[in-house]
T-cell receptor
Framework: DSGVTQTPKHLITATGQRVTLRCSPR?????VYWYQQSLDQGLQFLIQ???????AKGNILERFSAQQFPDLHSELNLSSLELGDSALYFC?????????????FGPGTRLLVL | GEDVEQSLFLSVREGDSSVINCTYT??????LYWYKQEPGAGLQLLTY?????DMKQDQRLTVLLNKKDKHLSLRIADTQTGDSAIYFC??????????????FGQGTELSVKP
C-alpha cells in the first residue's frame, strides 16, 4: 500500500458525460500528479500540482481539467467524454514535486466510456 | 526527444534469473525507476537508481545503469511465479517551474513458468 488513495475504483459512463476522479496523496506529500494508462498510448503524464498550484502540464486534453484543494487532495475532471477516454487513470504523489522526488502511485481509477 | 523503450515479453522458468532491459533517450534524467504492475492493480515502486550510479542491489533485485549507452536493466534473481507481472522502466525528467514528470516505457510482461 503506497498511501495514495483514489476513488472510485471503477467508473462506467456514456459518451458526452462528465466525471470526477478523486485522489488523496500520501501524508506529508505536497505534490500530486495525474497519469493516464491506455492500450494505445501507454502511460502518459497529464498534469502536476504542488501545494494547490498547477506546476506542469503534459499531454492533457482541453476537455480535461484538474485542481488541488487546500487539504491537498486533487480531482481530475473529464468532460464531453469519448470512447477513446476509456483508460486507467493514476494519481501519484511526492514530497515536493521536483524531478529528484520519487512518485508513489495510487491503485488507479478504471474508466469505461460506452 | 523523450522516449523509453522496453522489450514487450519475457518468459523464464521458476528459479532462473530474469533480466529486463530498457533504453532511454533523454540525458537530463535524474533518477530511473522500475515499477511493477500486477493484473488489475496499480503501479508498485520496486527500486530506483540515481543517474550517476552504475549499480544498485536490493535483495533479489539488481539494477545496472550504463549512462553512456542510456541502457538500464533489472535483474531478478531466483524468479518466482509471484514475480509474474508487467515491469515498467521510467525516467524522471525535470520540467519547467521546478516540476518533474515520469516518462514510461511500454512495459515488459514477465511470465514465470513453474
Amino acid at each position: 500500500d503506497s498511501g495514495v488513495t483514489q476513488t472510485p475504483k471503477h467508473l462506467i459512463t456514456a459518451t458526452g458525460q462528465r466525471v470526477t476522479l478523486r485522489c488523496s496523496p500520501r501524508s506529508g506529500d505536497l505534490s500530486v500528479y495525474w497519469y493516464q494508462q491506455s492500450l494505445d498510448q501507454g502511460l502518459q503524464f497529464l498534469i502536476q500540482y504542488y501545494n494547490g498550484e498547477e506546476r506542469a502540464k503534459g499531454n492533457i486534453l482541453e476537455r480535461f481539467s484538474a485542481q488541488q484543494f487546500p487539504d491537498l487532495h486533487s480531482e481530475l475532471n473529464l468532460s464531453s467524454l469519448e470512447l477513446g477516454d476509456s483508460a486507467l487513470y493514476f494519481c501519484a504523489s511526492s514530497v515536493d514535486g521536483g524531478a529528484q522526488e520519487t512518485q508513489y502511485f495510487g491503485p488507479g481509477t478504471r474508466l469505461l466510456v460506452l | 526527444g523523450e522516449d523509453v523503450e522496453q522489450s514487450l515479453f519475457l518468459s523464464v522458468r521458476e528459479g532462473d534469473s530474469s533480466v529486463i532491459n530498457c533504453t532511454y533517450t533523454d540525458s537530463s534524467s535524474t533518477y530511473l525507476y522500475w515499477y511493477k504492475q500486477e493484473p488489475g492493480a496499480g503501479l508498485q515502486l520496486l527500486t530506483y537508481i540515481f543517474s550517476n550510479m552504475d549499480m544498485k542491489q536490493d535483495q533479489r533485485l539488481t539494477v545496472l545503469l550504463n549512462k553512456k549507452d542510456k541502457h538500464l536493466s533489472l535483474r531478478i534473481a531466483d524468479t518466482q511465479t509471484g514475480d509474474s507481472a508487467i515491469y515498467f522502466c521510467a525516467e524522471s525528467l525535470p520540467i519547467y517551474n521546478q516540476g518533474g514528470k515520469l516518462i514510461f516505457g511500454q512495459g515488459t510482461e514477465l511470465s514465470v513458468k513453474p
